[in-house]
């Protein structure tokens, strides 16, 4: 659904951009069909009007389609807070309220080795 939403949104844009530079300029003689060539078509008055029109139309349409690619981006989106996603917590050990034993600075002394060392299970 939203492929298609997002193919209309480009073609009206492209149409939207097109219509935009057909249009007569009032002084920067930027527009495309600014020169009054436009033959016997139409009338100045009556190509201004249809132009006007066809912008308009062109971009209501424009913003329904991001209204609409909006709500659907918003609504595929499991709800989520941005602190979820900004550190995960870590279960930390509960306190306890004896201090941790000491390590004793002399190493424990070897067990026997060899044929007369006592035999354990």
């Given amino acids: 659904m939203s492929t298609v939403i997002v ?3 480009l073609l009206l844009a492209v149409a939207l951009v097109g219509v935009i530079l057909l249009q007569k ?25 249809l132009l006007t029109r066809s912008t308009a139309i062109l971009a209501a349409c424009f913003f329904l389609t991001s209204i609409a690619l909006a709500v659907i981006a918003a609504r595929s989106r499991a709800p989520s807070s941005v602190m979820d996603q900004a550190v995960p917590t870590q279960s930390l050990p509960a306190p306890t309220n004896s201090p941790a034993p000491a390590k004793s600075a ?16």
């Fill in 25 to 49: 300029s009032e002084g920067g003689a930027l527009g495309i069909g600014g020169g009054g060539g436009m033959g016997g078509f139409m009338t100045g008055r009556s190509t201004a009007n």
């Fill in 106 to 121: 002399t190493p424990a002394p070897a067990a026997p080795t060899g044929p007369s060392a006592p035999l354990t299970k």
């Fill in 7 to 9: 193919v209309i949104h």
